[in-house]
């Protein structure tokens, strides 16, 4: 896994970039029983709704971001 972090503007964009899924055997625990395909979008799906729930914390007050 490689995490990147660039300046845009005034903000900064996180990059995640996971590699090597191609190598583990089709039979491995990882997968979790899935074609590549849909593994790779499944595990896509879950940085999205994590990313996506950093987001909402980092935009609540701080006393709610606490519960």
């Given amino acids: 896994m490689e ?3 660039e300046a845009v503007g ?3 964009r ?3 970039e996971h590699t090597g ?3 583990v055997p089709a039979d491995h625990v990882a997968r979790h029983g899935f074609p590549s395909a849909v593994l790779l979008q ?3 799906e879950w940085w999205q709704s994590l990313l996506a ?3 909402r914390r980092l935009a609540a ?3 709610e971001s606490l519960q």
Wanted: zero cysteines; hydrophobic letters at 30%; glycine letters at 4%.
């Fill in 3 to 5: 995490v990147r972090f």
């Fill in 10 to 12: 005034e903000e900064t």
């Fill in 14 to 16: 996180v990059t995640v």
């Fill in 21 to 23: 899924w191609d190598s």
């Fill in 42 to 44: 499944r595990h896509g």
């Fill in 53 to 55: 729930s950093y987001r």
């Fill in 61 to 63: 007050p701080a006393d």
